[in-house]
């Protein structure tokens, strides 16, 4: 098995890096000015599900390309129902998942999840609603009561550029038909268990990882990204420091290095193994060090892009110092 996923996993990272594509979202339109980066363009963050790998028997991923504000989605297939995990930004993207799954499902009924309630994760989910059952813990529930419309018209104003900002026409605000409380629940697809983990504050309010025990996998949202500056996503008003917890993100990271899944399908950015979630923890450690030292924006910036010279969206670098040093 181990054999099998390394061999998936270095096939879906070439194809991953033969799509590179590198960009910045608006809403943080200073930190190009700080990087010296430039107007950017990118393409139109719609999943594109023809490219959907099955990585371990019965688990498919879409992957995202490298395409910003497109995740890694997953479809995980067992004999009685198929859990889809994210849909993407939009109702095109919620289709075309949609199809996958039910292609992939052969008749089986499709449960929806989200690794976390942010747009580009889940902002399509309506699609789902009238076939499938949309099920969440219920931290994200309550903060998609709370907070998802403000983060639906933020979304639209101030992060997708005006020549994108149709995919989110019609979008509603879609609540859970179930949600579970505590720390973890076991979802039987029928000869596969499902564990979903509750992370809790994180990078977001109702973080949740997605772990396929008898194959290795972990879907972890944006708890990790690979080769992608990590998103600390400080862009107030649209999110707060009230909805970041550092500490807790460390936590998670830990817990999912001692889980050792062979193969971590990461919010953004190619799959891996527990090394990205230990690159990630190591450029949290690393932001401290460099908001301990006291420098100003700029020579942050640099540091950072020094430290991590081939990592990509350095447009996520100044909101995480911002946080920090608040």
Same mark, same amino acid.
């Given at each position: 098995?181990?054999?099998?996923?390394?061999?998936? #996993?270095?096939?879906?990272?070439?194809?991953?890096?033969?799509? /590179?594509?590198?960009?910045?979202?608006?809403?943080?339109?200073?930190?190009?000015?700080?990087?010296?980066?430039?107007?950017?363009?990118?393409?139109?963050?719609?999943?594109?599900?023809?490219? =959907?790998?099955?990585?371990?028997?019965?688990?498919?991923?879409?992957?995202?390309? #490298?395409? %910003? /504000?497109?995740?890694?989605?997953?479809?995980?297939?067992?004999?009685? #129902?198929?859990?889809?995990?994210?849909?993407?930004?939009?109702?095109?993207?919620?289709?075309?998942?949609?199809?996958?799954? $039910?292609?992939?499902?052969?008749?089986?009924?499709?449960?929806?999840? !989200?690794?976390?309630?942010? %747009?580009?994760?889940?902002?399509?989910?309506?699609?789902?609603?009238?076939?499938?059952?949309?099920?969440?813990?219920? &931290?994200?529930?309550?903060? /998609?009561?709370?907070?998802?419309?403000?983060?639906?018209?933020?979304?639209?104003?101030?992060?997708? %550029?005006?020549?994108?900002?149709?995919? @989110?026409?019609?979008?509603?605000?879609?609540?859970?038909?179930?949600? *579970?409380?505590?720390?973890?629940?076991?979802?039987?697809?029928?000869?596969?268990?499902?564990?979903?983990?509750?992370?809790?504050?994180?990078?977001?309010?109702?973080?949740?990882?997605?772990?396929?025990?008898?194959?290795?996998?972990?879907?972890?949202?944006? !708890?990790?990204?690979? $080769?992608? *500056? %990590?998103?600390?996503?400080?862009?107030?008003?649209?999110?707060?420091?009230?909805?970041?917890?550092?500490?807790?993100?460390?936590?998670?990271?830990?817990?999912?290095?001692?889980?050792?899944?062979? @193969?971590?399908?990461?919010?953004?950015?190619?799959?891996?193994?527990?090394?990205?979630?230990?690159?990630?923890?190591?450029?949290?450690?690393?932001?401290?060090?460099?908001?301990?030292?006291? &420098?100003?924006?700029?020579?942050?910036?640099?540091?950072?892009? $020094?430290?991590?010279?081939?990592?990509?969206?350095?447009?996520?670098?100044?909101? =995480?110092?911002?946080?920090?040093? #608040?």
């Amino acid at each position: 098995m181990t054999t099998d996923l390394t061999t998936n #996993r270095r096939h879906l990272m070439q194809a991953s890096a033969a799509a /590179l594509i590198t960009g910045a979202l608006p809403t943080v339109a200073s930190a190009q000015e700080a990087t010296d980066a430039g107007p950017t363009t990118y393409p139109q963050p719609s999943v594109d599900a023809r490219f =959907a790998a099955e990585v371990a028997p019965g688990i498919f991923v879409i992957p995202d390309q #490298r395409i %910003p /504000l497109v995740p890694n989605v997953g479809i995980i297939v067992g004999t009685e #129902r198929v859990l889809v995990v994210d849909c993407g930004l939009g109702v095109d993207s919620a289709e075309a998942v949609m199809e996958t799954a $039910r292609r992939l499902a052969s008749g089986r009924e499709i449960v929806l999840t !989200l690794t976390h309630a942010h %747009p580009e994760h889940g902002f399509g989910a309506q699609v789902f609603a009238p076939d499938a059952q949309i099920f969440y813990n219920r &931290a994200q529930a309550d903060h /998609l009561a709370r907070a998802g419309q403000g983060l639906l018209d933020g979304f639209r104003a101030g992060v997708l %550029p005006a020549e994108h900002q149709f995919l @989110l026409d019609g979008i509603e605000v879609t609540m859970p038909d179930e949600t *579970y409380d505590g720390a973890e629940t076991r979802l039987d697809l029928g000869g596969r268990e499902v564990v979903l983990r509750s992370v809790g504050l994180a990078h977001s309010p109702g973080d949740q990882i997605i772990e396929v025990p008898d194959a290795g996998v972990l879907f972890a949202g944006d !708890l990790i990204e690979e $080769r992608i *500056y %990590p998103i600390v996503p400080y862009f107030p008003p649209l999110i707060g420091a009230e909805d970041i917890d550092l500490l807790a993100w460390r936590m998670a990271l830990s817990g999912i290095e001692e889980l050792a899944p062979a @193969l971590i399908v990461p919010g953004h950015g190619s799959l891996g193994g527990v090394e990205i979630a230990q690159d990630v923890a190591g450029y949290l450690d690393a932001l401290d060090e460099i908001v301990a030292n006291g &420098a100003d924006m700029e020579m942050m910036i640099a540091e950072v892009q $020094r430290r991590y010279p081939t990592w990509e969206q350095a447009n996520y670098i100044p909101p =995480a110092l911002e946080y920090l040093r #608040r």
